[in-house]
Nanobody
Framework: QVQLVESGGGSVQAGGALRLSCAISGYTYGIRVMAWFRQAPGKEREGVAAIYTGAGSTYYADSVKGRFTISQDNAKSTLYLQMNSLKPEDTDMYYC??????????????????WGQGTQVTVSS
């Protein structure tokens, strides 16, 4: 079992920055991929970014490329999402998720059995 707890959300003006953290505990040794998703009320969950723990390779949604950076600490105990140049359309609930199975489709939320409770990000214009 893996437990995830997000933090770092808040309210900022457009152009500002936030850093989200996801504390990971439990059986972290078997984690293969870690990701951030976001979801607004009434909308589908969207994959934002992912990192594969083996190679350290990272992937991003087109909407956040060049503005967001996903990273992890060496112990795989914390996942981060640095969000710069925030836009009002980035307003969402943000969730971290991890999987112990490898899949090239990092953006499919169905591939992640472990999820945090979410942290709200609000960007005002």
């Amino acid at each position: 079992q893996v437990q995830l707890v997000e933090s770092g959300g808040g309210s900022v003006q457009a152009g500002g920055a936030l850093r989200l953290s996801c504390a990971i505990s439990g059986y972290t040794y078997g984690i293969r991929v870690m990701a951030w998703f976001r979801q607004a009320p009434g909308k589908e969950r969207e994959g934002v970014a992912a990192i594969y723990t083996g190679a350290g390779s990272t992937y991003y949604a087109d909407s956040v490329k060049g503005r967001f950076t996903i990273s992890q600490d060496n112990a795989k105990s914390t996942l981060y999402l640095q969000m710069n140049s925030l836009k009002p359309e980035d307003t969402d609930m943000y969730y971290c998720a991890v999987s112990t199975l490898f899949s090239s489709h990092w953006y499919w939320d169905s591939g992640y059995p472990y999820w945090g409770q979410g942290t709200q990000v609000t960007v005002s214009s």
